[in-house]
Protein backbone atom coordinates (compact mmCIF):
# COMPACT_ATOMS: atom_id res chain seq x y z
CA UNK A 1 0.00 0.00 0.00
CA UNK A 2 1.43 3.55 -1.10
CA UNK A 3 1.15 5.98 2.00
CA UNK A 4 0.31 9.50 1.11
CA UNK A 5 2.86 11.80 1.96
CA UNK A 6 1.60 13.27 6.06
CA UNK A 7 0.97 9.18 6.65
CA UNK A 8 4.50 8.43 6.26
CA UNK A 9 5.43 11.41 8.44
CA UNK A 10 3.54 10.04 10.82
CA UNK A 11 4.70 6.56 10.53
CA UNK A 12 8.05 7.73 10.67
CA UNK A 13 7.22 10.04 13.86
CA UNK A 14 5.47 6.50 15.52
CA UNK A 15 8.51 4.77 14.56
CA UNK A 16 11.26 7.42 15.86
CA UNK A 17 9.42 7.87 19.39
CA UNK A 18 9.02 4.29 20.21
CA UNK A 19 12.83 3.32 18.76
CA UNK A 20 15.48 2.24 21.27
CA UNK A 21 18.48 4.48 22.11
CA UNK A 22 20.64 2.68 19.48
CA UNK A 23 18.39 3.67 16.74
CA UNK A 24 17.03 7.08 18.02
CA UNK A 25 19.23 9.39 16.89
CA UNK A 26 19.07 8.04 13.10
CA UNK A 27 15.15 7.69 12.97
CA UNK A 28 15.14 11.55 14.26
CA UNK A 29 17.11 12.63 11.04
CA UNK A 30 15.06 10.52 8.75
CA UNK A 31 11.67 12.05 10.34
CA UNK A 32 13.63 15.69 9.81
CA UNK A 33 14.04 14.38 6.27
CA UNK A 34 10.43 13.57 5.97
CA UNK A 35 9.08 17.05 7.38
CA UNK A 36 12.05 19.36 5.69
CA UNK A 37 9.87 18.06 2.28
CA UNK A 38 6.04 18.91 3.63
CA UNK A 39 4.10 21.79 2.49
CA UNK A 40 0.95 23.07 2.93
CA UNK A 41 -0.66 20.86 -0.21
CA UNK A 42 0.63 17.87 1.65
CA UNK A 43 -2.19 18.70 4.59
CA UNK A 44 -4.90 20.43 2.22
CA UNK A 45 -4.41 23.81 4.12
CA UNK A 46 -6.74 25.63 3.11
CA UNK A 47 -5.54 29.30 1.46
CA UNK A 48 -8.59 31.07 3.65
CA UNK A 49 -5.94 31.00 6.34
CA UNK A 50 -3.28 32.78 4.70
CA UNK A 51 -5.24 35.62 3.52
CA UNK A 52 -4.90 38.99 6.18
CA UNK A 53 -8.84 39.59 6.24
CA UNK A 54 -9.56 36.27 7.61
CA UNK A 55 -8.19 37.51 10.71
CA UNK A 56 -9.23 41.45 10.42
CA UNK A 57 -12.93 39.86 11.75
CA UNK A 58 -13.85 41.02 14.80
CA UNK A 59 -14.73 37.77 16.30
CA UNK A 60 -11.79 35.17 14.63
CA UNK A 61 -9.04 33.86 17.51
CA UNK A 62 -5.47 34.59 16.69
CA UNK A 63 -4.36 31.67 16.71
CA UNK A 64 -6.08 28.45 14.82
CA UNK A 65 -5.47 24.62 15.61
CA UNK A 66 -5.83 21.71 13.54
CA UNK A 67 -5.25 18.36 15.28
CA UNK A 68 -4.08 15.66 12.73
CA UNK A 69 -2.92 12.83 14.92
CA UNK A 70 -3.22 12.22 18.81
CA UNK A 71 -2.44 9.39 21.01
CA UNK A 72 -0.19 8.65 24.31
CA UNK A 73 2.78 8.57 22.12
CA UNK A 74 2.79 11.82 20.06
CA UNK A 75 0.74 14.42 18.69
CA UNK A 76 0.56 16.14 15.46
CA UNK A 77 -1.60 19.57 14.24
CA UNK A 78 -1.18 22.98 12.31
CA UNK A 79 -0.91 25.83 14.13
CA UNK A 80 -1.61 29.43 12.46
CA UNK A 81 -1.08 32.32 14.05
CA UNK A 82 -2.26 35.37 12.74
CA UNK A 83 0.13 38.43 11.63
CA UNK A 84 2.20 39.57 14.11
CA UNK A 85 0.91 36.84 16.67
CA UNK A 86 3.17 34.44 18.76
CA UNK A 87 2.82 31.46 20.83
CA UNK A 88 4.07 33.00 24.32
CA UNK A 89 7.21 31.70 26.22
CA UNK A 90 6.16 28.46 27.54
CA UNK A 91 8.00 25.10 27.63
CA UNK A 92 7.88 21.03 26.43
CA UNK A 93 8.80 19.61 29.87
CA UNK A 94 10.50 15.90 29.02
CA UNK A 95 9.09 16.44 25.74
CA UNK A 96 10.76 16.61 21.82
CA UNK A 97 9.07 19.49 19.65
CA UNK A 98 9.62 19.37 15.98
CA UNK A 99 8.45 22.83 13.56
CA UNK A 100 7.68 22.81 10.02
CA UNK A 101 6.82 25.90 8.25
CA UNK A 102 3.76 25.38 5.71
CA UNK A 103 3.66 28.99 4.67
CA UNK A 104 4.34 32.30 6.13
CA UNK A 105 7.56 32.93 8.02
CA UNK A 106 8.24 32.70 11.67
CA UNK A 107 10.91 33.74 14.78
CA UNK A 108 11.63 31.51 16.80
CA UNK A 109 12.86 32.85 20.11
CA UNK A 110 14.57 29.70 22.72
CA UNK A 111 16.32 29.33 25.86
CA UNK A 112 18.26 26.41 27.78
CA UNK A 113 18.14 26.40 31.09
CA UNK A 114 21.01 26.74 32.81
CA UNK A 115 21.04 23.89 35.70
CA UNK A 116 19.09 20.05 35.46
CA UNK A 117 15.51 20.94 34.41
CA UNK A 118 14.67 18.30 36.90
CA UNK A 119 15.60 19.99 39.47
CA UNK A 120 13.85 22.94 38.74
CA UNK A 121 10.33 22.21 38.03
CA UNK A 122 10.77 20.29 41.51
CA UNK A 123 10.53 23.51 42.87
CA UNK A 124 7.33 25.22 44.13
CA UNK A 125 5.71 27.62 41.86
CA UNK A 126 6.01 30.21 40.27
CA UNK A 127 9.28 28.98 38.70
CA UNK A 128 12.42 31.21 38.62
CA UNK A 129 15.63 30.20 36.99
CA UNK A 130 18.55 30.81 34.88
CA UNK A 131 18.40 30.06 31.09
CA UNK A 132 20.57 30.66 28.57
CA UNK A 133 19.48 32.50 25.53
CA UNK A 134 20.02 30.91 21.44
CA UNK A 135 20.16 32.97 18.41
CA UNK A 136 16.77 33.81 17.18
CA UNK A 137 15.99 31.57 14.32
CA UNK A 138 13.51 32.61 11.11
CA UNK A 139 11.66 29.84 9.32
CA UNK A 140 10.07 30.24 5.94
CA UNK A 141 8.90 27.25 4.23
CA UNK A 142 12.26 26.46 2.63
CA UNK A 143 13.85 26.23 5.99
CA UNK A 144 14.89 22.95 7.84
CA UNK A 145 12.64 21.57 10.68
CA UNK A 146 13.51 23.16 13.80
CA UNK A 147 13.75 20.16 16.66
CA UNK A 148 13.50 21.37 20.50
CA UNK A 149 14.51 18.63 22.72
CA UNK A 150 14.26 18.00 26.38
CA UNK A 151 16.57 19.75 27.24
CA UNK A 152 17.67 22.12 24.55
CA UNK A 153 15.64 24.80 23.24
CA UNK A 154 12.77 23.44 25.76
CA UNK A 155 11.39 27.05 26.34
CA UNK A 156 10.54 28.59 23.33
CA UNK A 157 8.18 31.30 21.94
CA UNK A 158 6.84 31.53 17.82
CA UNK A 159 5.64 34.06 16.24
CA UNK A 160 4.16 35.08 13.09
CA UNK A 161 6.28 37.88 10.69
CA UNK A 162 5.37 39.59 7.70
CA UNK A 163 1.95 38.52 7.69
CA UNK A 164 0.38 35.12 8.73
CA UNK A 165 1.88 32.12 9.31
CA UNK A 166 1.36 28.07 9.75
CA UNK A 167 3.72 25.75 10.98
CA UNK A 168 3.13 21.61 11.35
CA UNK A 169 3.72 20.58 14.82
CA UNK A 170 4.79 17.31 16.14
CA UNK A 171 5.00 16.63 19.97
CA UNK A 172 6.20 13.57 22.22
CA UNK A 173 5.32 12.73 24.08
CA UNK A 174 2.25 14.69 24.07
CA UNK A 175 1.60 17.45 26.97
CA UNK A 176 -0.28 15.62 29.94
CA UNK A 177 -4.17 16.03 29.98
CA UNK A 178 -4.97 19.17 33.01
CA UNK A 179 -7.27 16.18 34.54
CA UNK A 180 -4.27 14.20 35.36
CA UNK A 181 -3.41 14.01 38.66
CA UNK A 182 0.67 12.96 38.06
CA UNK A 183 0.49 15.70 35.43
CA UNK A 184 3.95 16.07 35.17
CA UNK A 185 4.04 17.09 31.74
CA UNK A 186 1.69 20.48 31.85
CA UNK A 187 2.51 23.62 29.87
CA UNK A 188 3.81 26.64 31.97
CA UNK A 189 4.52 30.04 30.77
CA UNK A 190 6.95 32.24 31.47
CA UNK A 191 8.38 36.14 31.21
CA UNK A 192 11.76 36.99 30.80
CA UNK A 193 12.71 39.01 34.14
CA UNK A 194 16.12 40.73 33.63
CA UNK A 195 19.13 40.32 31.58
CA UNK A 196 22.22 38.67 33.97
CA UNK A 197 24.67 39.36 31.22
CA UNK A 198 25.71 38.08 27.62
CA UNK A 199 23.42 35.47 26.34
CA UNK A 200 22.01 34.67 30.31
CA UNK A 201 18.25 36.10 31.50
CA UNK A 202 16.39 34.87 34.20
CA UNK A 203 12.96 33.68 33.75
CA UNK A 204 9.79 33.54 35.68
CA UNK A 205 6.44 31.62 35.70
CA UNK A 206 3.70 33.83 34.65
CA UNK A 207 0.12 32.74 34.40
CA UNK A 208 -1.51 31.98 30.66
CA UNK A 209 -1.18 35.46 28.87
CA UNK A 210 -4.93 36.67 28.39
CA UNK A 211 -4.14 38.18 24.93
CA UNK A 212 -3.14 34.40 23.93
CA UNK A 213 -6.10 32.25 23.07
CA UNK A 214 -7.68 30.14 19.48
CA UNK A 215 -10.34 28.24 17.96
CA UNK A 216 -10.11 24.63 16.24
CA UNK A 217 -10.32 23.79 12.40
CA UNK A 218 -11.06 20.04 10.81
CA UNK A 219 -8.61 18.74 9.35
CA UNK A 220 -9.17 18.49 5.28
CA UNK A 221 -6.25 16.97 4.42
CA UNK A 222 -5.54 13.17 2.93
CA UNK A 223 -6.99 10.46 5.53
CA UNK A 224 -3.82 9.39 7.78
CA UNK A 225 -3.32 5.66 7.17
CA UNK A 226 -2.24 3.91 10.65
CA UNK A 227 -0.02 0.96 10.60
CA UNK A 228 -1.74 -2.06 13.17
CA UNK A 229 2.04 -2.54 14.08
CA UNK A 230 3.01 0.72 15.31
CA UNK A 231 2.06 2.44 18.60
Known sequence: MVLNHISTVLRQARLTFTSSSETFRSNLEILKHLLDKTT???????????????????????????????????????????????????????????????????????FTVSDDPSSIYSNDPPLNFKAEKHPDEFMETVTTTCVLDPKQRNIHEIESVEGPAAFLDILSPPYCSRE?????????????????????????????PNWYWNDTYLYEGPQVVQQKSLV
Open 40 to 110: AADVNLHPQFMTESLWMKPDKAPVTYIGIYENELLTMGIFILSPDMKLPLHDHPQMYGLIKVLFGKIKVTS
Open 180 to 208: NPNNTRKCTYFKVLEHLGGNVFRLNEINP
